[in-house]
């Protein structure tokens, strides 16, 4: 068995979730997580930023001799994957394939939502997943950049993230989608909230 362990990278600390499944799915791997908590946001800044924050963090995960490298970020899997795999002679695994794999699994309407930074939504990255499965699949995608902050906040409950959440998610409230995929490792604090809205 190659003993090396598997590296895993988030802007923050939202990561953790995925570096949590791993462990349970597998659990006698060893993971080194990196969370950039002093650059995060990454949603917000240009490809080129964000592909340059990435390197950096890949080169450092090849540093502790890491045998491949899953990036736990929804923003870096959008718009790094390729450059990132073309830099590194490592495997590189992203998040958006197995969301939007999982997401067909589950609609019975074929009628899908999607949530993520602006970088994440603007890069179309989980929509042209989507269609390259399923090209008549419907989606709706919404950029939710508030949510981020309010989750680093700790503000994932009471009257200020529901008005933000009915703010954001009016479009897909009066639509017939039947799942949303949360695109953004902070999202899942928000679940609650964000399902009452829906
Ligand atoms: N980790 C980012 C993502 O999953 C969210 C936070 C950020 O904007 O950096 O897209």
Request: glycine share 8%; aromatic share 6%.
């Amino acid at each position: 068995m190659d003993d090396r362990p598997i590296g895993v990278f988030d802007s923050g600390v939202g990561g953790l979730t995925v570096v949590n499944a791993l462990s349970i799915a597998l659990p006698n791997e060893s993971i080194c997580y990196v969370g950039d908590t002093a650059r995060v946001p990454y949603g917000n800044k240009s490809t080129q930023r964000i592909q340059q924050y990435s390197h950096e963090i890949a080169e450092w995960l090849m540093k502790k001799n890491c045998k491949m490298i899953v990036v736990a970020c929804n923003t870096v899997s959008s718009l790094a994957m390729d450059y990132l795999q073309s830099h590194f002679p490592l495997p590189v695994i992203g998040v958006i394939q197995p969301g939007v794999n999982y997401a067909i699994q589950i609609t019975k309407n074929n009628k899908l939502g999607v949530i993520g930074t602006q970088a994440t939504i603007q890069s179309n990255a989980y929509v042209k997943a989507l269609h390259a499965i399923m090209p008549n699949i419907n989606v709706i995608s919404k950029a939710c950049p508030l949510f981020v902050p309010l989750v680093e906040e700790g503000l994932v409950e009471g009257e200020i993230p529901l008005s933000i959440a009915d703010f954001y998610l009016k479009d897909i409230q009066s639509s017939d989608i039947d799942t949303v995929i949360l695109g953004c490792t902070h999202y899942p604090l928000l679940k609650r909230i964000i399902g009452a809205v829906l």
